[in-house]
């Protein structure tokens, strides 16, 4: 099992310009593996932005739908020269890369908050939809799926990971949990000492390593040809995020953060050996998940809109080395 060295960039995306932000983040990737990084997590939503008129504007008015219009046209259609682009970066760094993005596709007028996984040869190794967008969210994103709950393997243990307070639903850590995860990505857009209590926790229940980062972002970041710019936002006091990205070990030590109202990139080794080793003491879906007593069910197929009654039904994509869990010592779901 190799070590990794790990980072957690935590910066200001270009707000609502799409191949800006994605520019900004090929220079970040470069600068984390300048560094030694193998391992770099961006924030939630990180490409184009964040949506954050959707705690400020109103329900469906006509600034809440020219800013959807925008967020629409600024998002990324997996695959495209987006994705290209920032795996052509992964491989230049030779690190495996989670990159935060609004996404699309190209013949729906949904969006998901998605997170993208590329591997160090720049191959997009799969992706992960956010399963349930909290409150305001919900004006902009779709739902995700059990087809997008997935975790990859790689020569520093496990790698996979939820967004947000999809990190709250105990069912979703379950399953997670269930498929040996060692390094746990957690991008956000909570911040505050409440959050980084919450990422202590994961730590330390499913005995992994956590990256939870969030983006940096205030009210003087939006640019002046943002719908809405000058009634929902004011200047550099009106914080919309603060950051609060930190990288936690297994047993819910803090290894590097909590970075506050500034940018910047965080870096920890970690160990696999070390996180597995720990589960001695407790495995959540091991030897202290008793499932003769608790059993979970997780609907792992994708739900299409459209289904051929005629046709073999084809396997729900898992993301590149997703398809193989470890199943020694755990509960089936």
């Known amino acids: 099992m190799d070590k990794v060295r790990a980072a957690a960039v935590q910066a200001t995306p270009v707000f609502l310009h799409r191949d800006e932000t994605v520019e900004k983040a090929v220079r970040l990737i470069r600068e984390a593996a300048a560094e030694g990084a193998g391992l770099v997590v961006f924030p939630e939503t990180f490409i184009p932005t964040y949506p954050d008129w959707v705690w400020r504007a109103g329900v469906w008015d006509e600034t809440s739908e020219a800013l959807y219009g925008r967020l629409y046209e600024e998002s990324v259609v997996v695959p495209s020269a987006t994705t290209e682009t920032l795996g052509r970066a992964a491989r230049r760094a030779k690190a495996y890369v989670s990159m935060g993005v609004n996404e699309r596709e190209e013949w729906s007028g949904t969006i998901y908050n998605t997170q993208l996984y590329f591997g160090p040869d720049g191959t997009l190794l799969g992706k992960h939809r956010k399963l349930m967008p909290t409150g305001g969210e919900r004006l902009v994103w779709g739902y995700g799926?059990?087809?997008?709950?997935?975790?990859?393997?790689?020569?520093?243990?496990?790698?996979?990971?939820?967004?947000?307070?999809?990190?709250?639903?105990?069912?979703?850590?379950?399953?997670?949990?269930?498929?040996?995860?060692?390094?746990?990505?957690?991008?956000?857009?909570?911040?505050?000492?409440?959050?980084?209590?919450?990422?202590?926790?994961?730590?330390?229940?499913?005995?992994?390593?956590?990256?939870?980062?969030?983006?940096?972002?205030?009210?003087?970041?939006?640019?002046?040809?943002?719908?809405?710019?000058?009634?929902?936002?004011?200047?550099?006091?009106?914080?919309?995020?603060?950051?609060?990205?930190?990288?936690?070990?297994?047993?819910?030590?803090?290894?590097?953060?909590?970075?506050?109202?500034?940018?910047?990139?965080?870096?920890?080794?970690?160990?696999?050996?070390?996180?597995?080793?720990?589960?001695?003491?407790?495995?959540?879906?091991g030897h202290y998940s008793r499932p003769d007593v608790f059993q979970l069910t997780v609907r792992s197929q994708a739900n299409p809109q459209v289904v051929d009654g005629d046709a073999e039904p084809l396997p729900a994509s898992r993301g590149r080395a997703a398809g193989k869990r470890p199943n020694a010592g755990r509960p089936s779901h």
Not at 179 to 206: M, N, S
Not at 239 to 253: D, F, H, K, L, R
């Open 145 to 285: 799926d059990g087809s997008t709950l997935v975790s990859f393997e790689t020569p520093f243990g496990r790698l996979g990971g939820l967004t947000c307070w999809e990190n709250y639903m105990p069912l979703a850590r379950f399953a997670m949990y269930a498929q040996g995860v060692d390094v746990w990505c957690a991008p956000t857009w909570d911040f505050g000492d409440a959050w980084v209590a919450t990422l202590r926790h994961i730590a330390k229940e499913g005995r992994v390593f956590v990256i939870g980062v969030a983006p940096l972002l205030r009210g003087s970041d939006v640019p002046d040809d943002v719908p809405g710019r000058s009634t929902l936002w004011k200047g550099k006091s009106d914080w919309m995020n603060q950051g609060y990205s930190a990288i936690v070990g297994p047993n819910g030590e803090i290894l590097a953060g909590p970075l506050v109202k500034e940018e910047g990139i965080l870096y920890a080794e970690l160990d696999a050996a070390k996180a597995r080793a720990s589960r001695h003491q407790f495995d959540p879906v």
